[in-house]
């Protein structure tokens, strides 16, 4: 099989729960906040608290 690694979102005592598990590994890459920004968008922030733009952009497959 192949590696691969799961992105979800869960609330702050599901995962602690799943870091005192034995079952996996769980890292912790960010957090879910209400920013108070337009409904529908999301803001992506690195290390340091600077918004951050990807270069890549996903497939929109409706757009034709």
Do not use: M
């Not at 799961?6 to 034995?22: C, G, H, I, M, R």
């Not at 920013?35 to 952009?57: A, C, H, L, W």
């Amino acid at each position: 099989g192949e590696d691969y690694e799961l992105v979800f979102t869960a609330p702050k005592d599901v995962v602690e729960k799943l870091q005192q598990s034995n079952i996996s590994d769980v890292s912790i890459i960010g957090r879910v906040t209400d920013s108070g920004n337009t409904p529908g968008t999301v803001d992506v922030f690195d290390s340091e608290g600077n918004n951050y733009k990807s270069i890549r952009q996903s497939w929109d497959h409706l757009d034709a």
